[in-house]
């Protein structure tokens, strides 16, 4: 039985993000997107835009708190 899970989605131990790529590719293709309009590259950046690093730094900024002095472990 599993008790525990560990998810790796924003390339902290692994770089995940070219497998994350091309599966949102290969889905975006299965659902009839034409592949000349699908732009790997845009991809990434959208990723990268909406992981949750970004989102706490963005609120950190936002509420005006030193994300890094109440993120220590």
């Not at 299965?30 to 963005?58: C, F, N, P, S």
Request: proline content about 1%.
């Amino acid at each position: 039985m599993i008790n525990q899970l560990f998810w790796d989605f924003d390339g902290t131990l692994f770089n995940t993000y070219p497998k994350m790529v091309q599966a949102f590719k290969h889905a975006l293709i299965d659902l009839d997107i034409d592949e000349v309009e699908i732009d790997e590259h845009d991809i990434y950046l959208t990723m990268r835009q909406h992981d949750v690093g970004t989102a706490i730094r963005k609120s950190a900024a936002f509420y005006g708190i030193d994300e890094k002095k109440h993120c220590e472990h």
